[in-house]
């Protein structure tokens, strides 16, 4: 068997085991991680683009190292095992369904004060004052911009980088939510976290558009919104994700945003009503093809490099 079989299975069972037993509550690697990197943000920090380089720069070169040296495993057994767990370390699809399911039942029940302490499970928006349908909206939007960061896009590093791909991507884009947000002390400190962050979700934020497009049960409907809106929204990979889900569940996204105060206009996608709380649901089925896509594309695309390797061997 080639690297590329070891691979293709690695991801495969990564994505069983996601499946199975999602992310744990205790011990997540990704948490590990972030409490690392916390206490290195607090050595290195200073309100400069240079210092938020260098920080980054660690970061990520300690994670592309650990990749390396893993994918110089020797045999079959142990490539495939380690590609496993580290697919099962970076995916995140199982708990962001059951989040969206959990917010979706706190809402049907009228519990506003329970769907207010789950929103921050999703996204970083403050939910104190939000009532039902700006709920219903955030939890939408969070569901389509983070199918892409939580499944597409490391399945995407993992078929073209294997181990070091997949532990890459996941620190770039931790980094980017502890510190590539907009505020007086990450202005400048997580520029560097925010653009790679960006870059490395460029291309697999339009597959998350497209595999939602062949998703929706209104394909050209999806498509023709993705193609009007998806370039409208501040960030240039969210809203291919968003103006999708929009098309695809035939509802129109974006608005006001409040983040810690400050307010956030976004431009609106899509031609359908505003979310409601019955299109929770709805979401969540959604994100559920769209990762189970994503998983047999990306494996599917590792066993047929798999092929052409041996074939041209």
């Known amino acids: 068997m080639s690297v590329w079989s070891d691979r293709a299975a690695g991801l495969a069972l990564g994505v069983l ?7 744990p509550r205790r011990g997540h690697p990704v948490a590990l991680f972030g409490r690392a990197a916390s206490r290195l943000e607090k050595a290195l920090y200073a309100d400069a683009r240079a210092n938020g380089a260098g920080y980054v720069a660690v ?6 190292g650990a990749g390396l040296l893993a994918e110089r495993a020797r045999g079959p057994l142990a490539r495939t095992a380690l590609t496993a767990a580290a697919t099962w370390a970076v995916l995140g699809g199982t708990t962001l369904a059951r989040e969206g399911a959990r917010m979706a039942a706190a809402l049907e029940a009228g519990d506003l004060r329970a769907a207010r302490e789950r ?3 999703l996204c970083g928006r403050d939910p104190s004052e939000l009532k039902a349908p700006e709920l219903a909206r955030a939890t939408v939007e969070s569901l389509a911009e983070n199918t892409s ?3 597409v896009a490391p399945l995407f590093w993992g078929v073209v980088a294997g181990v070091p791909g997949l532990l890459t991507y996941r620190v770039i884009n931790t980094l980017d939510a502890m510190v590539g947000h ?8 997580g520029w560097a976290a925010a653009r790679l962050d960006d870059a490395a979700n460029y291309v697999p934020a339009r597959l998350t558009g497209l595999i939602t497009v062949l998703a929706a049960p209104d394909r050209r409907r999806a498509l023709a919104v993705l193609r009007r809106d998806g370039h409208r929204h501040p960030s240039p990979n969210a809203g ?3 103006a999708a889900f929009a098309g695809a569940l035939d509802v ?4 006001a945003n409040v983040y810690g105060g400050r307010v956030e206009h976004r431009p609106t996608m899509g031609d359908g009503p505003r979310p409601e709380v019955g299109d929770i649901r709805r979401a969540v089925r959604l994100t559920k093809a769209v990762s189970l896509a994503a998983a047999g594309a990306a494996v599917l695309a590792a066993w047929a490099v798999r092929r052409r390797v041996t074939s041209s061997g």
């Open 17 to 23: 085991l996601d499946a199975v037993f999602a992310d």
């Open 59 to 64: 970061c990520v070169g300690a994670a592309a």
């Open 119 to 121: 929103l921050p499970h």
């Open 149 to 151: 960061d939580a499944v």
């Open 182 to 189: 907009r505020s007086p002390r990450y202005e400048r400190f």
């Open 240 to 242: 291919r994700c968003e």
């Open 252 to 255: 129109t996204l974006g608005g």
